[in-house]
């Protein structure tokens, strides 16, 4: 008969994530028997659990010291693991930037997107879900300020296509929202430091320039 943790870890491998408030992730993430016996039954298959506060779903991510043995050497799969070209890689990075940090520092203040200014009581509030700060993106906004950068339309649009169907973001008409891995499989804490201190920086809160964009080469396995 089938058991909790196989359950969970066979539906993970199914379907790719689950939400956090999935009633055996939720399990999980709180019972810390139930966590060790998932940790253990995948560190078998060289697999981990990944999950992090701000993100609304978990999923399955090889660990470190597999990767070179199922992707082979790094300068072989060079900066990341699903085959995406330079361009890809930037225009993830740059997504990233324009959805996550906000949405973390959001999160982060206990502040909604649709927060309620007029709150006078200042009654304190859990931390908000992603679903309820994450912002999309309009796509017309990002042609017009990175197109140049990231391709062009016709890479943009394939490239967009790509990082919906690896479930970085999702379409909606002419927005880009956050997709349930956009906040999971990125190394936030190499991406942070060098959005926060490098040229993206300078390309995102300021005047646009000629920074090179595609100089950047984060790694995109899991944290």
Known sequence: MSD???????????HQTLLRKDKLVTRALSDEAFRLD???????????????VYADHVTLALTRDVE?????????????NI?????????????????ILPKRERQAAHQPASDDQNDMFG?????PSAQ????AVSYRALLTDFGDKLGKKTRMDMNLGLLARYGFIERRGDDIAEGPLLDLLMDTDVLKERIVNGALYDILKQERSGAALLDLSPSLTEE
């Open 38 to 52: 998932i940790d253990g039954r995948l560190a078998a298959c060289g697999m981990k659990l990944v999950d992090n």
């Open 123 to 127: 009654t304190e509030k859990p931390m």
């Open 83 to 99: 085959g995406l070209a330079r361009d890809g890689v930037a225009m993830l990075v740059v997504l990233w930037a324009l959805i």
């Open 132 to 135: 309820d700060t994450s912002i």
């Open 4 to 14: 909790d943790v196989q359950i969970l870890i066979a539906r993970l491998m199914a």
């Open 68 to 80: 070179p043995k199922v992707f082979g050497a790094r300068e072989v799969w060079q900066n990341n």
